[in-house]
């Protein structure tokens, strides 16, 4: 259960950090590149290893709601900077 858990976590945070590194890519922000991809590399060997280790294929679903709720959360980061800086 507590893997579950740290998956979903883990994996919010991860597709946050892709959105993240497209919006730096897009807007080149050079110096967020690499920690953010650190970050997405340290997200990445977690959910990997995790998986590995229990081989619970099951880990699909918080891994999945997870980055359903990172997206959302994506979205409503890029709406609240692009707002606060006057862009609509």
Known sequence: MINALL??????AYIWLKAF???NVVHHKLAWVAPTSLLMGACEVFAIATIAATQNYWYFIPIGLGGGLGCILAMLTHKYIRDRKGRH
């Open 21 to 23: 590194q497209q919006l």
């Open 7 to 12: 998956l979903f976590i883990v994996n919010v």
